[in-house]
């Protein structure tokens, strides 16, 4: 538990003090360093209050801080991932280094969380191996940045709409007056149903509609699968989950995109939560090949 | 800067850790984290998160460093 005590940003900035023997190398990125200069150590504190320092080869550089190999082993992990507040705080930290090279416009490939690499040499290493796939990986998110996306639906109010959609379609087909109790039960039924394919359509149908719309203006895209099982009844229904790679000279294009309204005759109940800048995650999700 | 990024804590922390925890470069053979249980942590996080408190602190450091910068003028 004295690890929590130990969050970023409260004030341990000693963690380098031990630097070298028996240390790992936490990374948080590769980032292109050709044209913009890096310093050798960045002005934020890492993960578990860690220094964070770039280790530069061939134009790249890799952010790292050096850590206690036994803090990120796969069994500490394991247990520490149970951790929430552990978590939190340090993907956190993972993100603020992230962001203070995001902001001042690096073009960076973000590592996963808990990534290490035995010691700085290895990290040369890897960089040294991996050179040119990094240099291509790194051209294809230049200048733009991840944006995430999520539609969702209010299925309460998507629900009462519904419930009024059947009584005007049960007007408008005569209604149930005149028939048995059982026909009755049946028509509501098949009327109720009805109703929920024609909303589900169109929920769909926007959803589709603002990915396209998304789609052109930024330089790629990625959908991540939403629950099936249509609309919940009792509570918040995700209809689309998605990032997109913006171009910095898109991002007005893009939000101006996201605002687009439901066509008419869609349910209420639909919002739209957009959330970035982000480091390009998304678009850098690729698996290197062991060292040999 | 709008309000519209980052305007709730709880997406926010569940859009990084899906970002963190499960998306980025793999360097293969030095990962030592394998996130089998992500679901688990959610389940845990949204109880988390719930508290305003915590909600509060876990803002800060997203919203005073990612919204600061010249990428935020854009929105």
Redesign the interface.
Known sequence: MERDEDR??AGARNGGGSQGGGEASY?YA?VEVRDVPIPEMLP?AGVIGAPVYAVASQGLAAIVSPVAPEV???EA?EAK??E??W??AN??????VL??L????YTI?????????SDPD?VRT?LTRHAQHFVQ?LGRVEGA?EW?L?LSCDGHAVAEWAKSRNVQAGRMTGGVVGMSEGAAYFAHKQLEQRVRKETAHLLGAHARDLHTRLSSVARAAVT?PVPAGGVRRDGPTVLLHAAYLVA?AS??AF?AAVCTKPGPGAPPGITC???????P??F????????G | MTGRAFEDDDVTLLELLDRALEKGVVLWGDVTVSVADVDLIYVGLKVLVSSVETATRMRQPLTASTLSGPLAGHS
């Open positions: 970023p940003g990374v590769v934020c990120f082993s796969a992990l991932l149970h929430l507040t978590v939190a993907a956190m930290a993972h993100q603020e962001a203070w995001l902001t001042r416009r490939a973000p590592v996963r969380f808990g990534t290490l690499c290895h890897v990986t940045t995430g999520k991540h910095d991002v007005e939000h939560e957009t959330t970035g800048p982000w480091p995650y998304n850098v999700n690729t698996v290197l090949e062991e060292l």
